[in-house]
Each structure stands twice: as structure tokens, then as C-alpha cells.
């Protein structure tokens, strides 16, 4: 399936839907010049389609059997994902990582199909910034099981020293990004 195409439209999508050009405050408490509601895409159908189209194929080389992240920033791409993975004939259920753990039943961190301990997973969000939501579902996939092959965003928004943290605790698992900030800002800021 060609990927290029759909990284193109879904480009323009981020630009037109997403991108909001104005002094913002960022969950870090920092503020900006801009902010990217990726969920403006991913709640729409044809983005959808196409971010689960494109994060399927470029996680795909990791071989994970599931697809998760921390709610609700993950939700739309999570399920995303697990459609395109279905409908190119393989299975990857789809996980949410809660906030909190669940305060009754089995009080679980997990929400979906159980994760089998020593399953291969892919952990995946919307926005990068800091990296707090990626570690902290990479955290607790691990505390279900889960072993992380690979991890993906939406969007990089390229800060905060986002990316080196994440990466330092997916070890040596790749962590891609289907968009960087200035990618979509097309301007440089």
C-alpha cells in the first residue's frame, strides 16, 4: 500500500484541521505559538484511515501483535491502527493505558485484550512534547507484560528534549514519528 500519497494528504489535513496558530499553554505548563490537536484528524474518518494506514506500515517491520497508549490521547490512533493491521490481514488488538488504575474489579492499568507476558507491543500517541504520556504507557505496558518494539506519534512537536526521552526508555526500540512540528508548520515556526 502506498504510504507516500496518504503522508501527503494526511499533511494537509494536520495543516487545515490541527494546526492552531496562537499563544497556547501546553500540558507542561509552558506556553507556545502554537498548538496541534491531532484528534481534529484522527476523529475524522478519512484521517483516521490514513494514520492508521501510515502507522501501521512504519511500525509494521517491528512485528508487534498489539497497538496501545495512554487514553485518550491514543484512543483514535490506537484504533486506527488495529483496523489497518486487520485489513491487511494481520491481528493487533488494541490497548489503553489509564491515567489511574481502575478503582474496582481487578483494578487494572490495561484496558482491551490481555497482554500476554513477553507479547510484542507498539505503544503510540497523538503529540510528543515531553514525552511523559509515551513513558508513562511504555511504563506500565512493561508492568503488564508487554515487551515494546516500537513506538510511534503522530506528531514530534520537536521540544523539551521529547525524543531523547523517550527514547532512553524504550532501549534501542525505534521511535518514529509520521510528522515533525516543523514539518507541519512548513515555515520553520
Do not use: C
Not at 56 to 61: A, D, G, L, N, S
Request: charged letters at 25%; zero cysteines.
Amino acid at each position: 500500500m502506498p504510504v507516500e500519497p496518504d503522508r501527503d494528504r494526511l499533511l494537509t489535513m494536520m495543516r487545515e484541521l490541527a494546526l492552531t496558530r496562537e499563544s497556547v499553554r501546553l500540558s507542561s505548563g509552558r506556553r507556545s505559538t502554537h498548538y496541534f490537536d491531532a484528534r481534529q484528524v484522527l476523529l475524522d474518518p478519512e484521517g483516521a484511515t490514513l494514520a492508521g494506514r501510515i502507522g501501521f506500515e512504519t511500525i509494521r517491520p517491528s512485528a508487534p501483535g498489539a497497538v496501545g497508549g495512554l487514553t485518550l490521547g491514543a484512543d483514535p490512533l490506537v484504533s486506527a491502527i488495529s483496523l489497518a493491521a486487520w485489513a491487511a490481514g494481520e491481528r493487533w488488538n488494541g490497548f489503553l493505558v489509564r491515567k489511574d488504575a481502575k478503582p474496582h474489579g481487578l483494578q487494572q492499568w490495561l484496558e482491551g485484550p490481555f497482554i500476554e507476558e513477553g507479547a510484542p507491543v507498539a505503544v503510540v500517541d497523538d503529540v510528543l512534547t515531553s514525552g511523559g504520556s509515551l513513558r508513562t504507557a511504555i511504563e506500565r505496558t512493561r508492568q503488564a507484560g508487554g515487551v515494546v518494539v516500537a513506538a510511534l506519534v503522530v506528531v514530534d512537536r520537536e521540544e523539551d528534549d521529547g525524543r531523547a526521552r523517550v527514547e532512553e526508555v524504550l532501549g534501542g526500540a525505534p521511535l518514529h514519528a509520521i510528522f515533525t512540528a516543523s514539518e507541519i508548520l512548513g515555515d520553520g515556526g
